[in-house]
């Protein structure tokens, strides 16, 4: 059974940074899509940073580019999202997701076609 677990969420000042970790474990898929999603009160789940984990793709929306990175580390199966420079607007659940049906150079980004998901994380951003 696939599992995603999240954490490193927490509380941090505005221009503070975080790292979140997602292990994943119960597959046996040698390449495949990781995705990170966000869901602020009230709003819809976004997703933020993609990666194909052969490297051969990798996505960020608009509103975190050049702020948030997005990286794996194989042997661990965990893919980690460097959150620099946080903003308040980031304040939100961040959920990991896994797409095992896709091929390589794309991720497809709407949530409703990531495979798994993990429990969420939470972040919050002050001002």
């Known amino acids: 059974q696939v599992q995603l677990v999240e954490s490193g969420g927490g509380s941090v000042q505005a221009g503070g940074s975080l790292r979140l970790s997602c292990v994943a474990s119960?597959?046996?898929?040698?390449?495949?899509?990781m995705g990170w999603f966000r869901q602020a009160p009230g709003k819809e789940r976004e997703g933020v940073a993609f990666?194909?984990?052969?490297?051969?793709?990798?996505y960020y929306a608009d509103s975190v580019k050049g702020r948030f990175t997005i990286s794996q580390d194989n042997a661990k199966n965990t893919v980690y999202l460097q959150m620099n420079s946080l903003k308040p607007e980031d304040t939100a659940m961040y959920y990991c997701?896994?797409?095992?049906?896709?091929?390589?150079?794309?991720?497809?980004?709407?949530?409703?076609?990531?495979?798994?998901w993990g429990q969420g994380t939470q972040v919050t951003v002050s001002s």
């Open positions: 997701a896994a797409r095992f049906s896709q091929s390589g150079y794309y991720c497809a980004r709407s949530p409703q076609l990531q495979n798994y």
């Open positions: 119960g597959y046996t898929y040698s390449s495949h899509c």
């Open positions: 990666m194909y984990t052969d490297g051969t793709y990798e």
